[in-house]
């Protein structure tokens, strides 16, 4: 499975890895310093996870939702569709928020959304759907750690992002 990653990915991973694990414990509940360091490095992720036979799409999928809301809340989605090169209107944007709250009952931008849920006041929007997510978060990391050669260090750096998202979120005790 490691195999259908490159070379060059498997460092970077190694590298990525290695630069949470020296950060301070301070840094470790920067949800947007942690976001913007993994946020280069999130294609591979999803691509390596994606290989796991039977579940591996689902958990991408999972992944890729994650990484829309860390989006939204860090301001990230803007510095990377500048570097894609591609321009996406005030209204275009309007309309896929409006589509993501729909489908995955959370909005990315913090307006309110048809059956939501509950957002508690001043709280990041994703913050539910990390609610509903970190019961299953032990059985994903054990799972993306079976990966041959990276699924340590995936692993180890979505630790990082759980923990610092269960101290954004309030749910580091549940």
Same mark, same amino acid.
């Given at each position: 499975?490691?195999? /259908? @990653?490159?070379?060059?990915?498997?460092? /970077? @991973?190694?590298? +990525? $890895?290695?630069?949470?694990?020296?950060?301070?414990?301070?840094?470790?509940? #920067?949800?947007?310093?942690? *976001?913007? %360091?993994?946020?280069?490095?999130? $294609?591979?992720?999803? %691509?390596?996870?994606?290989?796991?036979?039977?579940?591996?799409?689902?958990?991408?999928?999972?992944?890729?939702?994650?990484?829309? &809301?860390? #989006?939204?809340?860090? %301001?990230?989605?803007?510095?990377?569709?500048?570097? &894609?090169?591609?321009?996406?209107? #005030?209204?275009? !944007?309007?309309?896929?928020?409006?589509?993501? $709250?729909?489908?995955?009952?959370?909005?990315?931008?913090?307006?309110?959304?048809? &059956?939501?849920?509950?957002?508690?006041?001043? !709280? =990041?929007?994703?913050?539910?759907? *990390?609610?509903?997510?970190? =019961?299953?978060?032990?059985?994903? +990391?054990?799972?993306?750690? %079976?990966?041959?050669?990276? &699924?340590?260090?995936?692993?180890?750096?979505?630790?990082?992002?759980?923990?610092?998202? #269960?101290?954004?979120?309030?749910?580091?005790?549940?």
């Amino acid at each position: 499975m490691a195999q /259908q @990653l490159t070379e060059q990915e498997t460092q /970077q @991973l190694d590298e +990525l $890895s290695r630069s949470l694990s020296t950060g301070t414990e301070a840094a470790a509940v #920067d949800v947007c310093g942690i *976001w913007r %360091k993994i946020r280069p490095y999130w $294609s591979i992720i999803v %691509k390596a996870v994606g290989f796991i036979p039977r579940v591996g799409p689902a958990i991408a999928a999972i992944l890729q939702t994650l990484g829309a &809301g860390l #989006d939204a809340y860090c %301001k990230t989605a803007r510095e990377a569709t500048a570097e &894609g090169g591609v321009d996406v209107t #005030d209204e275009e !944007e309007r309309e896929i928020n409006q589509a993501f $709250s729909e489908v995955f009952g959370y909005s990315l931008t913090g307006a309110a959304t048809k &059956g939501g849920g509950a957002e508690a006041a001043g !709280e =990041p929007p994703f913050c539910a759907a *990390w609610r509903r997510l970190k =019961p299953y978060w032990p059985t994903i +990391l054990r799972v993306i750690g %079976k990966i041959p050669i990276v &699924g340590s260090k995936i692993a180890a750096v979505l630790t990082a992002l759980g923990r610092a998202l #269960d101290e954004l979120c309030g749910t580091g005790g549940r």
